[in-house]
C-alpha cells in the first residue's frame, strides 16, 4: 500500500516537486525561484505532505548546510577574473563599499522599521547583505541583458553570501559574550582569525586539485567523485574552526578553480551544475516546506514597514552609494539597485542563529524566522515577477536572441550569413582561422576569430543572441565535436551541423543540418553552380503541402522555419519542425526555379 509517511516517498516527492517546478517555469518563462517557492509552501504547510522538521529531524541542518555549500562552490566556478575587465571596479565597490554601508542601513531598518533590540537588529542587518546564487542566477538565467549587469550581480551574490554570514557571526559572538562588557576587539580578531584560516584551507584545496588533476593523480572517473567529497571535507573542516567560515572556504574553492586549468573543467562544471541544480530544487522546497502556520502568526505589521525600508530605502541607497564614484551608467545602477532576492542562505542563516539565540533566552530571537522568511517571499515575487519588465523599462533587455551562429567560414556560409542579414537577424561566423574570415569581413558579416568550442566554454560569446548554432566547417569531424561540446550549454535542439561525404552516416553527434542532409561539398558545389537561398512563405492558397510538392518537384533544399513570434526552427536529416500559415520558409534552389526565392 502506498506510504505517504515513508520518508523515501518523501524524498521523491521533494525532488519531483522541486524539479516540476523549474520545468514549469522553463515551460512558461515564470520565475523558477518564486514557482519553487509556491510549490513548497503548498507541499508544506497547506496539503501537509512535507513537514522538513518531522520528516528529517536532526538530519534537516546538516544537509541544508552541506547543500548550501556546494551550492557556493559551483557559484565560485562560475566566477572567472576576465569576467571583471568591465566590471571589476564595479564589484570591488559592491563589496567593500556596499557591504558596511548595507550593515549599516539594513540594522537601522530593523532596529527602528521591524522593532527588534539593537542586538538582533545588527545581526540580521548583516544576514541581509547577502542577495545569494541560489536566487540571482536562476533570475539572470531568464533575461538578456547586458554582461556587466549579470557580472556585477553574480560577483555580489557569492562573495556577499559569506560574508553575510560572517557578520552574523560576529554579532552573534558579541550577544553571547555577555553584550556591552564583551571584548569586542578580541571577537574582531577571532572572526578575521578564522575568516583567513578558511580562506587558506580554500585556497590550498583548489590548488591542491588543480594540481593534481593535469597530472594523472586523480583518473577521470575519480576527479568528480574526489572533487565532491573534497568540497565537503573541506567545508565541514573550517565549520569546525568557526561556524559559517565554510561557507568563504568553497567560495575562494571555487574561485581557484575557476581560474586554474584543470584539463577536465568543463565535465567537473556540468556535473557540478547538474547537481546544483537538484541541490537548489530540493533546499528550496524544504525550506519553503519549513514555514508553519504559527510562523505566519508571528509575523506582525510592524515587519511590513521594515519590508518597506529594505526593497525601496536600504537597497536602493546601499547600490548608489556603493556605485557612486563608478563609470557604471545610471540605468544600470537602477536596475542593480532593485534586483535583492534573497534566497537558501538567508534563511538557513537566519533560522539557525533565531534557534541558538531563543535557547540562549534571548528576548525577540523568535521573531527573526517569521521576518527572514518575510524577506526571502517578498524579495523573490517582487524582484522575480519586475525583473524582466523593469529591464524592458529601462532600456536594458537586448530581448530574446533571433540570431544565427554559423562555425566555418567558407563560400557557402558566407552566403547564407548575407541572407539571414536580410531577413533582419543577427549573424555571425566564428572560425580559427583568420585568412578564412576575410572574404566575411569584406562582405560586412560579424565575424569571431577562435575556437568555437572554447569560446562558448568561456562565455567569450553571448549565446544567449543565437537561436541556432550550425556547424559547417569542412572537417566533418570538428563538427561532431562542436555538437557534442556545446549541446549540453546551447541545447541540443539548438545546434546542428553539416556532414562531409565522409561522414554522411555518422548521425548521431547532433542533427544533421538541411532536411536532406546534404554534404558540404555538395552545397559548395551547388552554390557554385548557381543555387541561391530564398524564402517562401505559406498562406491559405499556397499550403505547405504544394511547397513540399514543389520542392520535390525542382529538387531544392529546406533549411529553416521562421515563425511570426521571431523563433528560427532548422530542419534537419532527422527532424522537421512544424510549419504553419504565417511562417516563413527558408530554402536553398536550383537557378532554374525562381519561383521559390520570390519573397511573399
Avoid at 27 to 42: D, Q
Avoid at 175 to 203: C, P, W
Avoid at 561 to 588: N, Q
Wanted: hydrophobic share 55%.
Amino acid at each position: 500500500m502506498f506510504a505517504i509517511e515513508s520518508l523515501l516517498v518523501k524524498i521523491a516527492l521533494i525532488g519531483v516537486i522541486g524539479i516540476g517546478a523549474q520545468w514549469i517555469a522553463w515551460r512558461t518563462g515564470r520565475p523558477a525561484i518564486a514557482l519553487m517557492l509556491i510549490a513548497g509552501i503548498v507541499a508544506g504547510p497547506i496539503l501537509g505532505l512535507i513537514d522538513p522538521e518531522r520528516d528529517f529531524g536532526a538530519l534537516r541542518e546538516p544537509v541544508i548546510k552541506l547543500a548550501v555549500a556546494i551550492i557556493l562552490f559551483e557559484g565560485g566556478l562560475s566566477l572567472k577574473f576576465r569576467e571583471l575587465r568591465n566590471a571589476g571596479v564595479a564589484v570591488f565597490m559592491l563589496v567593500f563599499v556596499g557591504v558596511p554601508v548595507g550593515w549599516a542601513l539594513g540594522t537601522a531598518a530593523a532596529y527602528y522599521g521591524a522593532g527588534l533590540p539593537f542586538e538582533l537588529a545588527a545581526l540580521f542587518g548583516g544576514i541581509m547583505v547577502v542577495t545569494g546564487p541560489t536566487v540571482i542566477v536562476p533570475l539572470l538565467r531568464s533575461l538578456n541583458i547586458a554582461p556587466r549587469v549579470k557580472n556585477m550581480l553574480k560577483w555580489e551574490a557569492i562573495v556577499n553570501d559569506p560574508i553575510g554570514a560572517l557578520l552574523a557571526v560576529g554579532v552573534f559572538s558579541y550577544i553571547t559574550h555577555g553584550g556591552a562588557g564583551t571584548n569586542s576587539a578580541s571577537i574582531l580578531i577571532d572572526v578575521g582569525a578564522a575568516s583567513i584560516l578558511a580562506m587558506v584551507i580554500g585556497g590550498a584545496a583548489g590548488f591542491a586539485l588543480t594540481w593534481a588533476f593535469p597530472r594523472g593523480w586523480v583518473p577521470e572517473y575519480l576527479k568528480a567523485p574526489v572533487l565532491l567529497t573534497t568540497v565537503v571535507a573541506v567545508f565541514v573542516l573550517s565549520d569546525l574552526v568557526m561556524h559559517e567560515t565554510g561557507l568563504i572556504t568553497v567560495t575562494i574553492m571555487g574561485v581557484v578553480m575557476a581560474n586554474r586549468e584543470t584539463y577536465s573543467s568543463h565535465h567537473l562544471l556540468r556535473f557540478k551544475e547538474d547537481l546544483t541544480i537538484l541541490l537548489v530544487s530540493g533546499v528550496f522546497i524544504i525550506l519553503s516546506a519549513t514555514l508553519n502556520w504559527e510562523v505566519v502568526r508571528n509575523f506582525e505589521l510592524r515587519f511590513v514597514i521594515f519590508l518597506l525600508l529594505l526593497l525601496f530605502v536600504v537597497r536602493p541607497l546601499t547600490i548608489m552609494t556603493a556605485l557612486l564614484f563608478t563609470r557604471v551608467p545610471f540605468k544600470e545602477r537602477l536596475f542593480v539597485a532593485w534586483i535583492a532576492p534573497r534566497g537558501i542562505v538567508a534563511v538557513a542563516v537566519t533560522g539557525l542563529f533565531a534557534l541558538r539565540l531563543s535557547d540562549l533566552g534571548i528576548a525577540g530571537a523568535e521573531a527573526l524566522v517569521p521576518l527572514g522568511f518575510g524577506v526571502v517571499i517578498v524579495t523573490i515575487f517582487a524582484h522575480g515577477f519586475t525583473a524582466a519588465r523593469f529591464a524592458r523599462w529601462l532600456g536594458l533587455d537586448r530581448g530574446k536572441g533571433n540570431g544565427v551562429l554559423l562555425v566555418g567560414a567558407n563560400s557557402w556560409t558566407i552566403g547564407f550569413a548575407d541572407f539571414i542579414k536580410a531577413q533582419g537577424r543577427e549573424v555571425l561566423i566564428a572560425d580559427a582561422s583568420k585568412l578564412a574570415l576575410r572574404r566575411a569581413r569584406r562582405a560586412g558579416i560579424p565575424v569571431y576569430q577562435g575556437d568555437i568550442v572554447d569560446e562558448a566554454h568561456d562565455d567569450e560569446i553571448d549565446m544567449g543572441q543565437y537561436q541556432q548554432l550550425i556547424a559547417a566547417t569542412d572537417n566533418d569531424s570538428y563538427n561532431a565535436l562542436v555538437c557534442s561540446e556545446l549541446a549540453p550549454e546551447v541545447g541540443s535542439d539548438r545546434i546542428s551541423r553539416i556532414i562531409g561525404e565522409s561522414g554522411a552516416g555518422s548521425r548521431r553527434r547532433g542533427r544533421v543540418f538541411t532536411l536532406a542532409g546534404t554534404p558540404i561539398e555538395e552545397l559548395l558545389d551547388r552554390l557554385q553552380s548557381g543555387w541561391t537561398f530564398g524564402r517562401t512563405r505559406i498562406t491559405e492558397k499556397f499550403p505547405y503541402a504544394a511547397f513540399v510538392a514543389r520542392m520535390r518537384a525542382n529538387g531544392g533544399d529546406s533549411l529553416a522555419v521562421a515563425r511570426p513570434s521571431g523563433e528560427l526552427a532548422i530542419f534537419s536529416a532527422e527532424h522537421r519542425p512544424a510549419v504553419d500559415i504565417g511562417d516563413i520558409v527558408w530554402t536553398f534552389v536550383p537557378p532554374e526555379h525562381p519561383q521559390l526565392r520570390s519573397g511573399d
